[in-house]
C-alpha cells in the first residue's frame, strides 16, 4: 500500500547509537483553544489520550498526542486510521473554531537507539539533553533546521522534522552517532 | 549568545532559536493616517542604550511571539510577557524602576 | 646544546619511543613528549623564523602562550600551519616542517630584512605603499601577499572530521589546577552542576612541578596527593563532569561559553573526531585559568635558547630536556630562582643568577646561593649570539648597557615576572585593576561581567585573581618583592632597544613602541594597530603588559591610564574546522528536497538552487546543452504537454470565521467574496506598500482557504501571517498552517494537458465540470488529489497535488499515460520562458522589494473598496504615486537579439557623479523558442504611456543594443489558449 510510503524509504545508518526512520504513523496537527473542554474530548475520543500539559506527550489506546504550543497539538495514530481520526475530530469540532490537518506526509520522523542518544542529539541542538526527562518533547533547533526532539526511555529518542530536510537530518544525526564520536559525560 | 525565557511555551530559549522582530508595542497606522504618523509607525526606531522592550519570536520552538524588556548595554533581562499587550506590565516596569532609577527619562531625551 | 637528561621527566615514558620527522630529517622521541621537547632532546632549539625579519627563533614557553615555535604539521589534507610545537603532542610518524624560511631554516634568504629593519619600522606599511593608487593593485598587493601570513595555508579539503556539543549547567570552571580543583569542590559540595575543564591533559596546573620542588603542602598533603585525591573525590560525585584536553576559549553573553577539545591531534587519522567545539551555557564561569610568566625586555632577549624561565624548568621537570648545558638565569623576581635550583638539582651548569634587584634577600636565592651559584645583583643582560644564544654582557640595570663582563652559556632563563590571565574575564567586559607592587591586572571583582539577573557572570579563583603564590592554600617558601623592568637596562640607547623584542611573532621592538608613541599613536589601540604588537596569533599573551609599559613610559603616562587594549575571544587559535562543526559536504547547508527529486536526479535534471531547494533548471538529454534543452522543454509546452514538479509552491491554509476578512487585509485584492471551489490571483504586500508575494488563492470551504506562495516564500510568508495574527490583530479568530511539505504539486501544462490526465480518470476534468481558475477534488488513478485549473504559462494547465509521499507514485503514472503524445518534463526556465511570454510577472525579477503592484500594471488586483489593507497607506504616499515611476512594459530589440540581464536603459545626460542618467532597467530577458527572438520586461520611466518608443540599452558586453517599447503579453494576448 502506497499510503505506507515514508519520505527516506526507511534508511537506517548504526553507529553508537542506531539512526532510523521511524514506522509509519498518521499525524494530524490539531489547533484550537486547549482549554475548550470540547478540544480534549475530541482528543481522547480519537486516541485515548488526556490533554498533555505544556511541552508533554500522553498516550492512549489508539494513539499519542505531543503538546506543540498554546495553541497547538500533534496526534500520532496508526497509519491507517489518519483519515478516520480526522474526520472524527473534525465531526465532534462542528461549531469549535479549530484546525484539524493530516501533516503525515509533511514530516520524517527518526528513531535513535542506544545509550548514547542524549549526547547525539546535544551535538545538534541548544536543547539541555542531560536533563530533558522522557515525555517531554522540545521543539528546537537541529544543526541548521527546526524539528522535535524526545525521548522514549533513557536509550530511546525520537526525531520529528519537515520531509523535505529529512535527508539532512538523517545525515546530520548518523554522522553525530559515527563511532569514535562518544563524548561519554552524560 | 542571549538566553530569554519564552512566556508562551515555557522554554528558556537559546539565541539561536529566536528570531527578533525589533521594538516592542508600535502603534500602527494605516490607510487615513497623518503622514508623520505613518512615517513614524514605519521608520522610526528607538535605539536606546540602557532599557528596551523588544519584540522576538520563538521560531525554532512553539512559534509564537512574545515580548522582552532588556537592558541593551549590561544585557540584563528583566523579564518576557505575552506579545497581546500594547504596553509592558506595570509590575515589570515597577521592577526596572527599582533597579534603574530615572530610565524613563533617559528613554525621553 | 639543548639535550635529554639521564632521569627525570614526570610527563614521559622513556620505554615507548616514537619516531618522526623535521624538515624531512628523522628523529626520535618518547611518549608524553611535545614536538617542542623531543626537538630539544635532539639539541634542535632553532625550530622557525620570526614573521617580519625571518630571525632565528626557538621555543620561549612550554605552553599554549608560545609565539616562536611554529611549525607545520602533517601532509595534505591533514596539513596544518602555525602548529605550536610546545603543544603538539608528539606521536609516531609525526611529520613537521618549520615555516618562514626558504631555502632552509639554518639559511635564509629573508633573513636580509633583519639586516634591513632599521628600513623596516612600526607602520612601514602604511607608510610606504600608500602612493600612488595606481600602484596598489599591480605592484603593492603582490608585494603584500608574497610577504603575508605565516605558515602556508593547507591545500585540498580538510581530511578530518569535526562536531559540536551542547552542554548545559550550573558552574564552569576554566582550570584544573589546584585553584580549579578547590572551586570545583566547593561548588561540587552545594549540589551544583558542575563542568571543571582543563586544556593541558593533566590536573593539578603548576602545583605538580613547583609544589612539588617547594614541597608545599595543601591541607597538610603533598600537592601531587592533594589533586589526586581532589581529582578522585571529584570523579565520584554525580553532578560533576571533569574534562582534559578542553580549552576554555570564549565567554560570551548570558553565560555562553565555547571550549575547544583536542580529540585526536595525538592519533591522526583515528576514527571519531578531530576536535569538537563546546557550546556550553552555564550558570556561572570560573576562570582559574593561571598566570602567565613575562619576558624581559633585553637586546637579544628573541635568539633561541633564550626562555621563559619557568618555560625550562617544565621542559626539565616534565620532560627531563635541558634547554642548554651551561644557562643563565635573568630576573626581577625570586621565582626564576626556582629554575636555578632545578637546572643545578639536574646537573645542568648555571653559571649565574643576574638579578635585577640590588638587593636579594629571599629564601629561594638564599638556597642559590647555598647551592653554589653566583648571584650578580642590581643588574641586567644583552644577548649575542646567531642561531642559539652564545654569551650574556652584563650591565648596570640602571645604566645603559655599559658591559661590565661577559659569561658564556647557551640557553638563558629570564623572568619578568608573573600576569594573570585575565582573558576570559574580559571577554565579556570584567573590568581590570593595575597592581603597582607586582606589575600585573588582574580582576577587579567589583566590576565583573554581568549575566541576564544582572549578577556577576564570572569570578577569578587563584592566581588568574591575582593570588600568584596561592598563599591561601599551599604553604611553600615566601617570596621577596620584584621589581619592575620593562627595559633591559633602563637607559638602554637606540641600539640596544632596536633589538628588545616585545611582541615575538610580530616582531615588534621596543623602539617600534617608542616610535609610534613619538608619531602620535599614544592610544593603546592605535599603538597596537600602527605595530602589530599583541595582533599575531598567540595575541599578546607574552608582549601586552611589557608593550603597555613601554607605552606608557614613553607618554610619561602610569600604565593603569594607558590600559589594556581588548581581549577577544577565542583564547587561542582554534581549527576552522570546529567552528564549522558537521557542516561540510553533503551537509554543509540543509538541501531541501521534492518528492520527485530522486526521479529528476537520474533523469538528466541539470538543477539550480531556489532558496534551499534544488529544482530541476532543465533536463537534459544526450548531447543537449541547458539552451536546446529549455528550446525543447517550452516548445512541447506550447505544442503538446509538459509536466513540472512544482512541489516546492508554497501552501497555506487559513482557516476560521475571520479567514476572509484576514485575507482581505493580507491580500491587496479581495479575497472574501471568492466563491468555494473556485480560485483567485492574489498579491501580498509589505506596510511599505511593495510587492512581496503572490499566488493562486483557492478557497476551499466556507470558513478556509488554501493560499499559494512562491517557491522561496512560504516560510517567510506564513511567518508574516502568523506576525499580524499574533500581535496586531490577535483578535481575530484564524487559524494558519504552512501545508507545503504535505502535498506535492504537478502542474500538467499544455493542449494535451486534459487528455493526459484523463487517461488517470476518476476525476471529470471537461471544461464544464472544471473551468479556469476552479479546483476540484476527488482521486485520480486511484490516489487522493487536488486539482487546480490554474495557469502560469498561459496554456491549458491542471495543478494536481496529492499527499507527499504518492507524489512520486502519480508523476509516474502521468509519464506512463502521457507516453504516447510524448510527453516531457520541463525545468524552471522553462517556467520562466513560459511566463514570460505571457507577460506573467516572477517575484524577484520584476519587484525587488522597491516595486509597488501599481509599478507593474495590476491596479487590477488592487481593491478600492476595501478600507484597508497591508501596503495601502503606503501606497498612497506622493512618491508611490508620482507619474514619473518606472513602470512595467515589455521589450523587442530591433534586431531580434536577447538583451543581457539586469542592463540599464539610459536616458539623455550625466548624473552629478558623471554617470549616465538611467531611465529604466531590464528586469526579464529571455530567448522565446516560441516566438523564436528575443523578449524582455523592463520597468521604464512612464514606460506604458511611451509604445513603440525605441530606448538604448547599453550591454555589459560592449554592445549597444536598441529595443522597442511594447505590450509584455508577448504570447496569445487575448488568452484564449488556457481557457479551453
Ligand atoms: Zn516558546
Redesign the pocket.
Known amino acids: 500500500m502506497s499510503d505506507l510510503a515514508t519520505p527516506l524509504n526507511g534508511r537506517r545508518a548504526v553507529g553508537y547509537v542506531t539512526v532510523s526512520e521511524d514506522a509509519p504513523r498518521g499525524m494530524i496537527s490539531l489547533r484550537g483553544d486547549l482549554s475548550d473542554g470540547g478540544i480534549a474530548e475530541a482528543v481522547r475520543a480519537v486516541t485515548g489520550a488526556n490533554l498533555p500539559e505544556p511541552l508533554g506527550l500522553t498516550a492512549g489506546e489508539a494513539g499519542q498526542v505531543a503538546w506543540m ?1 498554546p495553541d497547538e497539538l500533534l496526534l500520532f495514530v496508526a497509519p491507517n486510521q489518519t483519515t478516520d481520526a480526522l474526520t472524527g475530530l473534525r465531526s465532534r469540532l462542528e461549531g469549535v473554531h479549530h484546525l484539524a490537518l493530516d501533516v503525515t506526509d509533511m514530516r520524517a520522523a527518526f528513531r535513535l537507539e542506544g545509550r548514547g542518544v542524549r549526547e547525539v542529539l546535544a551535538k545538534v541542538t541548544p536543547v539541555d539533553m542531560q536533563t530533558l526527562a522522557p515525555d517531554t518533547v522540545r521543539r528546537t533547533r537541529l544543526a541548521q533546521v527546526a524539528g522535535a526532539v524526545w525521548l522514549s526511555d533513557e536509550e530511546t529518542a525520537h526525531v520529528v522534522c519537515f520531509s523535505s530536510v529529512g535527508t539532512y537530518v538523517f545525515d546530520v544525526l548518523a554522522t553525530s552517532a559515527a563511532p569514535g564520536g562518544e563524548v561519554g559525560v552524560f | 549568545m542571549l538566553r530569554l525565557h ?6 528558556d ?1 537559546d539565541e539561536t532559536e529566536l528570531s527578533a522582530g525589533g521594538e516592542a508595542h508600535l502603534t500602527r497606522f494605516g490607510p487615513g493616517s497623518e503622514d508623520d504618523d505613518f512615517e513614524s509607525y514605519l521608520f522610526m526606531r528607538k535605539n536606546p542604550k540602557g532599557v528596551h522592550f523588544e519584540r522576538w519570536r ?1 521560531v525554532m ?4 511571539w ?1 515580548h522582552a524588556a532588556r537592558n541593551t548595554v549590561s544585557l540584563r533581562v528583566y523579564g518576557t510577557y505575552p506579545a497581546q499587550v500594547t504596553a509592558p506590565p506595570e509590575a515589570l516596569l515597577a521592577e526596572i524602576d527599582a533597579v534603574e532609577p530615572g530610565w524613563r527619562n533617559k528613554e525621553e531625551a | 646544546m639543548a639535550h635529554r637528561l639521564a632521569t627525570g621527566g614526570r610527563r614521559i615514558d622513556r620505554s615507548r619511543r616514537l619516531g618522526f620527522s623535521f624538515d624531512g630529517q628523522s628523529l626520535e622521541g618518547v611518549q608524553g613528549d611535545t614536538l617542542a621537547s623531543a626537538l630539544m632532546a635532539n639539541g634542535q632549539v632553532l625550530m622557525g623564523r620570526s614573521f617580519k625579519y625571518h630571525r632565528p627563533r626557538g621555543p620561549v614557553t612550554a605552553g599554549h602562550e608560545e609565539p616562536n615555535a611554529l611549525v607545520g604539521l602533517g601532509q595534505g589534507g591533514r596539513f596544518e600551519p602555525n602548529a605550536r610545537a610546545t603543544t603538539t603532542p608528539l606521536h609516531e610518524g609525526l611529520r613537521a616542517q618549520s615555516q618562514n624560511r626558504w631555502p632552509s631554516l639554518k639559511f635564509d634568504v629573508g633573513a636580509v630584512n633583519a639586516k634591513l629593519s632599521r628600513f623596516l619600522p612600526a607602520g612601514f606599511y602604511y607608510k610606504t605603499f600608500l602612493w600612488p593608487a595606481s600602484f596598489w593593485h599591480k605592484v603593492y598587493e603582490p608585494i603584500i601577499r608574497q610577504s603575508a601570513g605565516l605558515g602556508r595555508p593547507p591545500e585540498g579539503s580538510d581530511a578530518d572530521r569535526y562536531e559540536h556539543f551542547y552542554h548545559h549547567n550550573d558552574v564552569t570552571i576554566v582550570g584544573g589546577g589546584v585553584a580549579g580543583l578547590a572551586r570545583a569542590l566547593s561548588e561540587a559540595q552545594d549540589g551544583k552542576r558542575v563542568l571543571l575543564i582543563d586544556q593541558d591533559d593533566r590536573w593539578g596546573g603548576r602545583a605538580l612541578t613547583d609544589g612539588m620542588r617547594d614541597g608545599a603542602t595543601i591541607d597538610g598533603q603533598s600537592a601531587e596527593t592533594w589533586v589526586a585525591d581532589a581529582v578522585a573525590r571529584l570523579e565520584t560525585m554525580e553532578n560533576v563532569t571533569l574534562r582534559l584536553n578542553l580549552q576554555g576559549t570564549g565567554v560570551y553573553d548570558h553565560g555562553w561559553m565555547t571550549a575547544y577539545e583536542r580529540i585526536s591531534d595525538h592519533r591522526p587519522g583515528t576514527e571519531g573526531p578531530r576536535h569538537r567545539l563546546w557550546k556550553i551555557r552555564t550558570g556561572h564561569i570560573v576562570t582559574a585559568t593561571g598566570a602567565i610568566e613575562r619576558p624581559l625586555a633585553f637586546a637579544g632577549n628573541d635568539l633561541p635558547g633564550v626562555m621563559l624561565a619557568s618555560a625550562m624548568r617544565d621542559f626539565l621537570d616534565d620532560f627531563g630536556v635541558a634547554v642548554g648545558s651551561k644557562v643563565v638565569v635573568v630576573t626581577n623576581n625570586d621565582d626564576a630562582y626556582r629554575t636555578a635550583l632545578a637546572l643545578h638539582e639536574a646537573g645542568v651548569t648555571v653559571r649565574a643568577v643576574v638579578d635585577a634587584r640590588t638587593s636579594v634577600t629571599g629564601a629561594l636565592p638564599g638556597q642559590v646561593r647555598d647551592a653554589g651559584i653566583e648571584i650578580v645583583t642590581g643588574s641586567g643582560v644583552k644577548a649575542t649570539g646567531d642561531q642559539v644564544v652564545r654569551s650574556v654582557e652584563l650591565c648596570a640595570i640602571g645604566g645603559d648597557g655599559t658591559s661590565k663582563g661577559r659569561i658564556s652559556c647557551d640557553a638563558v632563563a629570564m623572568s619578568g615576572g608573573w600576569s594573570p590571565v585575565p582573558h576570559l574575564w574580559s571577554h565579556c567586559g570584567g573590568k581590570l585593576l593595575w597592581d603597582d607592587a607586582r606589575a600585573f591586572f588582574y580582576p577587579d571583582a567589583n566590576r565583573p561581567p554581568l549575566g541576564a539577573d544582572g549578577g556577576a557572570m564570572v569570578s577569578a579563583e587563584g592566581a588568574a585573581a591575582g593570588d600568584l603564590t596561592l598563599s591561601a592554600l599551599t604553604q611553600g617558601p615566601e617570596e621577596a618583592p620584584m621589581r619592575p623592568v620593562w627595559i633591559m637596562p633602563e637607559k638602554a640607547g637606540p641600539e640596544l632597544r632596536t633589538k628588545m623584542f616585545l611582541d615575538y611573532q610580530n616582531d615588534v621592538k621596543v623602539s617600534d613602541i617608542q616610535l609610534a608613541a613619538r608619531e602620535g599613536f599614544i592610544s593603546v589601540e592605535h599603538a597596537k594597530r600602527y605595530t602589530t604588537l599583541g595582533m599575531a596569533t598567540d595575541q599578546g599573551k607574552l608582549s601586552n603588559i611589557n608593550g603597555l609599559a613601554v607605552l606608557a613610559d614613553a607618554r610619561g603616562e602610569p600604565i593603569p591610564t594607558v590600559g589594556t587594549t581588548t581581549f577577544r575571544p577565542p583564547f587561542t587559535p582554534i581549527s576552522m574546522g570546529s567552528i564549522a562543526g558537521e557542516a561540510r559536504g553533503e551537509i554543509f547547508q540543509p538541501l531541501r528536497r521534492t518528492p520527485i527529486h530522486a526521479w529528476h536526479e537520474e533523469n538528466g535534471a541539470d538543477f539550480e538552487p531556489v532558496g534551499q531547494w534544488r529544482r530541476p533548471y532543465c533536463y537534459l538529454r544526450p548531447g543537449e546543452d541547458r539552451h536546446s534543452a529549455v528550446k525543447r522543454e517550452v516548445l512541447n509546452v506550447r505544442s503538446n504537454v509538459g509536466l513540472l514538479d512544482a512541489s516546492t509552491l508554497g501552501k497555506i491554509v487559513v482557516k476560521g470565521p475571520d479567514a476572509g476578512k484576514f485575507l482581505d487585509l493580507v491580500y491587496t485584492n479581495m479575497m472574501s467574496t471568492l466563491k468555494v471551489g473556485r480560485c483567485r490571483y492574489g498579491l501580498m504586500c509589505s506596510e511599505n506598500g511593495f510587492l512581496i508575494d503572490d499566488g493562486v488563492v483557492a478557497r476551499l470551504s466556507e470558513d478556509s482557504y488554501l493560499c499559494h506562495t512562491t517557491t522561496g516564500g512560504a516560510d517567510r510568508i506564513h511567518a508574516h501571517l502568523e506576525e499580524f495574527l499574533q500581535t496586531e490583530w490577535w483578535d481575530l479568530q484564524v487559524y494558519t498552517a504552512n501545508v507545503t511539505e504535505q502535498w506535492a504539486q504537478i502542474a500538467v501544462v499544455g493542449p494535451n494537458a486534459r487528455k493526459v490526465l484523463e487517461k488517470l480518470g476518476g476525476m471529470d476534468l471537461s471544461k464544464d465540470a472544471l473551468p479556469f481558475m476552479a479546483w476540484a477534488e476527488g482521486a485520480l488513478a486511484g490516489i487522493p488529489a487536488r486539482v487546480f485549473r490554474i495557469s502560469f504559462s498561459g496554456e491549458l494547465s491542471y495543478e494536481v497535488a496529492v499527499p507527499a509521499n504518492q507524489g512520486r507514485a502519480l508523476w509516474d503514472k502521468l509519464l506512463e499515460a502521457g507516453a504516447e503524445f510524448d510527453i516531457q518534463p520541463y525545468g524552471t526556465e522553462g517556467l520562466h520562458v513560459l511566463r514570460a511570454e505571457k507577460g506573467f510577472i516572477m517575484i524577484g525579477d520584476e519587484s525587488d522589494g522597491t516595486v509597488i503592484p501599481q509599478d507593474l500594471g495590476l491596479n487590477w488586483a488592487i481593491s478600492k473598496k476595501k478600507d484597508d489593507f497591508i501596503g495601502k497607506r503606503g501606497q498612497e504616499r506622493s512618491h508611490m504615486t508620482d507619474p514619473d515611476r518606472w513602470r512595467l512594459v515589455g521589450l523587442e530589440t530591433l534586431d531580434g537579439s536577447v538583451l543581457p540581464d539586469g542592463a540599464y536603459v539610459v536616458d539623455e545626460g550625466e548624473n552629478a557623479n558623471g554617470q549616465r542618467n538611467m531611465q529604466g532597467r531590464v528586469t526579464s530577458t529571455y530567448y522565446s523558442p516560441t516566438l523564436d527572438r528575443g523578449i524582455a520586461m523592463a520597468l521604464v520611466r512612464r514606460g506604458p504611456e511611451r509604445m513603440g518608443e525605441v530606448l538604448e540599452i547599453p550591454g555589459t558586453d560592449g554592445r549597444s543594443y536598441k529595443a522597442r517599447i511594447c505590450d509584455p503579453v508577448f504570447y496569445d494576448k487575448e488568452g484564449v489558449r488556457q481557457d479551453v
Not at chain 2, 519564552?6 to 522554554?11: E, S
Not at chain 2, 520552538?61 to 509564537?64: A, F, Y
Open positions: 504550543s | 519564552c512566556p508562551n511555551c515555557g522554554v530559549c520563538h520552538g512553539c512559534g509564537k512574545f
